[in-house]
């Protein structure tokens, strides 16, 4: 079941032209998605582009007090997962590679992950994704693949 109130317009409509009737059939905002407190806070159709935010939270710490990569990845998966259900037709991961270039601190209190469709060949598709800390410095990137399952 959906719950479209809580998104950006431009996503809500997004989904009901791309969803259609089946709408109901999807969870959206996913679950996992709420579990990690994310907030979707733009989506720009043009430039199949969706950004959200997720609290770094002291339960997402490893033993450095830094935030878990697995965490980190999980945000981005939360990001770019929900853009490709606003781009394509229903799809899967195939491949998500996470790059780290600085950690995630508890004292940032959140992280914004963009998302971007950047190539789509057959039922190949591309994505690129960016972790910020809150002054927009990038924590890490990464790159998606997935296959369009239809």
């Given amino acids: 079941m959906s ?3 809580q ?3 431009t996503m809500a409509i997004a989904l009901k032209q791309q969803l259609g009737d089946r709408s109901s059939d ?3 905002p996913p679950p996992v998605f709420i579990s990690m407190h994310g907030k979707f806070l733009a989506f720009d159709p043009h430039e199949t582009c ?19 990569g697995g965490m980190i990845a999980a945000a981005l998966d939360n990001t770019l997962g ?20 600085q950690p995630v601190r508890l004292e ?4 914004t992950v963009t998302g971007k469709l950047v190539e ?14 809150p002054n927009g410095v990038r924590l890490a990137r990464a790159k998606a693949m997935h296959w369009i399952v239809e």
């Fill in 7 to 9: 998104l950006p317009e």
């Fill in 26 to 28: 999807y969870l959206i």
């Fill in 108 to 111: 940032m209190k959140f992280i």
């Fill in 50 to 68: 969706l950004t959200a935010r997720f609290p770094v939270l002291q339960t997402y710490l490893n033993p450095y007090h830094t935030m878990q």
């Fill in 82 to 101: 929900p853009l490709s259900v606003l781009v394509a037709p229903p799809n899967v991961t195939h491949r998500l590679e996470v790059i780290y270039s």
């Fill in 120 to 133: 789509r060949d057959g039922r190949k598709l591309i994505f690129r994704g960016n972790v910020l800390d």
């Fill in 3 to 5: 719950d479209f109130e």
